[in-house]
């Protein structure tokens, strides 16, 4: 009975680390100069190249660029956060969501004066901010709920500029990420960092953050043999 309780626990422990996996996080603490797909191998490059300056990431190639996590599985319904760094004109960058195949799924990404989700893959714009002013540490918010789609930038914890829901179910199921267009080569340039990705959960304008339940283990009694 001792082995079979021990068997069940271990198995209730393996699920409980899996289920913990999200959300998943990385503040890009590397060398400047540090190319993305080495720094750390849940991240898979699907357009272009993206590295590492201040902290922070963006793209390298002054081309469009993204990248997805490749260490999750997620819902559909999935949403992506990030931490814009030194926004500058014409160097964007930003996050991403249902990103599945090449650089299929949807983008929300700025520069220092201009905020915009797009679809990708046929590229269209979906959604744009008029004349919107972006600052350091302004953070960037893309969601999808259902048929909609989500972006939106924040400031101290207050919106700034809000997309509403966009209707749009092009792009399902894949992964969420990060993705840009620009040349970045110092921390002068607009980077992100500190980002979050997970499947979302919840309704209407808000994106809240949803953790995946972690199991709580308690003693069994022992049982005579």
Not at 33 to 51: D, I, Q
Not at 134 to 150: A, E, F, Q
């Amino acid at each position: 009975m001792r082995h079979v309780l021990a068997g069940v626990l271990i198995a209730l422990l393996v699920c409980s680390l899996l289920w913990a996996a999200l959300p998943f996080t990385d503040t890009f603490t590397a060398a400047d100069g540090t190319a993305l797909a080495t720094y750390n191998a849940n991240w898979t490059v699907v357009t272009s190249t993206m590295g590492i300056f201040g902290n922070a990431t963006g793209c390298t190639a002054g081309s469009s660029c993204l990248a997805k996590d490749n260490s999750n599985t997620y819902n559909s319904n999935q949403i992506a956060t990030g931490t814009l760094k030194t926004p500058s004109a014409g160097t964007y960058t930003g996050v991403a969501i249902n990103m599945t195949t090449g650089d299929n799924g949807y983008q929300c990404r700025a520069d220092d004066n201009e905020l915009t989700m797009l679809r990708r893959g046929t590229t269209s714009t979906l959604w744009s901010a008029t004349t919107p002013t972006i600052l350091d540490g302004d953070v960037i918010s893309l969601w999808s709920n259902g048929n909609n789609v989500y972006c939106e930038l924040t400031r101290s914890g207050v919106s700034q500029y809000a997309s509403g829901p966009v209707a749009d179910t092009t792009h399902t199921g894949g992964s969420p990420g990060i993705g840009g267009f620009g040349w970045v080569s110092s921390s002068t340039y607009t980077r992100i960092d500190d980002v979050t990705l997970n499947d979302y959960s919840g309704g209407g304008g808000s994106a809240p953050i949803r953790r995946r339940p972690i199991m709580m283990f308690f003693t069994l009694p022992e049982f005579a043999q």
